[in-house]
């Protein structure tokens, strides 16, 4: 059997560790590719998405109501994995010293390796100090996220009715009660902070625009008036809406309405030309759908808050947050990790803003008993350089992620890409480079100019499954950082 058909069996095999299989579907279709890669002894089946790959084989695995279905516990697997022999605390110095001294790494790389089962930390490189992490943070807000709302937990996009005065304007507080002077009514599109609502024609499992045009629609037709105007509602966000890095193809402006993340091309995931204004964006597809129903809709959308007092008209709701989290994480999606960030934000009652997701963050973290010391967020993605992250810190998030009395925490670690073969590890592990990595590593990947982070769990050769965080800052050459942390993860293979 080749290294790439083992370490797809492997990842098959810590895929139910890590769900089993769970709401994005996505342990499911790396189950199948395994069984495929298997059978026809040519090792990976196609990605989802590229050619020969089986149509649909990432779809979320559904409800009998048409929604994804939230992660099942996986105590049984996790119970199995650590049933494995643990090595021994002296012998991965002798393994990792040698890699971790390498002049690629820059000066005094960190690292962090423990064993999930018993917390036992069995490697520690300078492990209490805090660094620059890119987009590892992202581990740090999903764990936040997941603890606070749940892995079930749902993001709500409604359409508020909410009428203009009967002269056609609005009362002193900006509200009216909504009728025009040509029975006119506003509808309001309220935004709740869903990441990932889309407008495609195929919205795979995710809260859909033209659905919410739809069912407003339906919700119309016996009646009401006779033209319509549509406003939208982004208030429940605060502070800036772009974030610290400026304009960027990595995010959109932060605001909690859009649709597609407010890309300009047909991507779904990686860099692309974003809007300046998705919300706005969002609201005029949603007039245009609207139409598109027979909605007879005025052509000018404006910002406007909707009417307290107003009746939902209808709704979508995103799906579970455990799939959101396995999004962000296989993807490195930035614009789900600021959404999620301010989610945990709304559940602390801190300000919905990038201060206040961090301080939320940083607080649940808190609670959970993890070392924050040197630790700050600046951000929910880890884009923002004042982010600070320790490798005690990250191996601890996994840790949790990965206890079995936490089921909560588990899309942690079932969205983390898999060497060799899905997300931003999808090209980094195979047959000639770190084939002891294939399919038996997962990781958060984490680069900025400079900074090359990789943090994630492995399974050893007796089938211990361990958590890891190596660090670099100032390394000489990117390329080079991350080949080198690569093999750091490989190494652990054979602990």
């Known amino acids: 059997m080749g290294a790439a058909v083992l370490g797809l069996l492997v990842a098959s095999g810590t895929a139910a560790l890590a769900g089993p299989f769970d709401s994005s579907g996505q342990r499911v279709a790396e189950a199948r590719r395994a069984e495929a890669a298997a059978a026809s002894g040519t090792g990976a089946a196609p990605a989802p998405g590229a050619p020969g790959a089986p149509r649909g084989e990432d779809s979320p695995r559904l409800t009998t109501a048409g929604l994804p279905a939230p992660a099942p516990s996986a105590a049984a697997v996790l119970a199995t994995l650590a049933s494995g022999r643990a090595p021994a605390k002296n012998s991965l110095p002798r393994r990792l010293d040698p890699l ?5 790494l820059g000066e005094r790389p960190t690292a962090s390796v423990v064993d999930v089962a018993s917390g036992t930390v069995l490697y520690d490189a300078h492990a209490d100090t805090a660094r620059t992490p890119a987009s590892v943070t992202k581990l740090a807000t999903a764990v936040a996220a997941l603890d606070s709302l749940g892995a079930d937990h749902r993001i709500e996009t409604k359409v508020v009715g909410a009428k203009d005065d009967e002269d056609g304007k609005d009362d002193d507080e900006g509200q009216g009660d909504g009728k025009g002077k040509d029975d006119e009514e506003r ?32 919700a119309l037709k016996d009646g009401g008036a006779r033209s319509y105007t549509v406003a939208y509602d ?24 859009m649709a597609d993340e407010g890309r300009l091309d047909d991507s779904r995931s990686g860099p692309a ?77 801190e300000p919905v803003s990038f201060d206040g997701g961090g301080k939320a963050t940083k607080a649940r973290l808190d609670r959970l008993g993890l070392p924050l010391d040197g630790a700050r967020f600046a951000d929910g993605s880890g884009l923002d350089r004042a982010d600070r992250l320790t490798p005690a810190l990250l191996t601890g998030l996994l840790a949790h992620a990965g206890d079995k009395d936490r089921p909560a925490l588990r899309p ?21 480079t770190n084939a002891s990595g294939t399919g038996m590593v997962r990781a958060k990947t984490g680069t900025l100019t400079g900074v090359n982070t990789l943090a994630g769990t492995v399974v050893t050769r007796s089938g211990r499954l361990l958590a890891f965080a190596f660090m670099t800052q100032d ?21």
Do not use: C, W
């Open 412 to 432: 942690v670690l079932s969205g983390l890409p898999v060497a060799g073969f899905t997300g931003t590890l999808a090209t980094r592990y195979n047959e000639h």
């Open 100 to 104: 971790l001294d390498k002049p690629a």
């Open 187 to 218: 509808l309001t599109l309220v935004g709740g902070g869903d990441p990932t609502l889309t407008a495609r024609a195929h919205a795979d499992g995710f809260a859909s625009l033209r659905d919410l045009a739809a069912r407003t629609a339906r």
């Open 475 to 495: 390394a000489p050459n990117p390329l080079d950082a991350q080949a080198a942390l690569d093999r750091m993860a490989a190494a652990l293979t054979d602990a």
């Open 273 to 349: 030309a974003r809007s300046t204004q998705p919300d706005k964006d969002a609201a005029e597809r949603f007039r245009d759908l609207l139409r598109d129903q027979g909605v007879k809709v005025a052509d000018k959308v404006e910002e406007h808050r909707a009417d307290t007092g107003g009746q939902t008209v209808a709704a979508v709701s995103s799906a579970p947050l455990s799939a959101l989290v396995e999004r962000m994480l296989t993807y490195s999606d930035n614009d789900i990790a600021e959404g999620l960030a301010r989610q945990t934000a709304l559940a602390a009652h």
């Open 234 to 257: 982004v208030s429940l966000y605060s502070g800036p809406r772009l974030h610290p890095i400026g304009p960027n193809e990595n995010i959109a402006p932060v605001t909690p309405l």
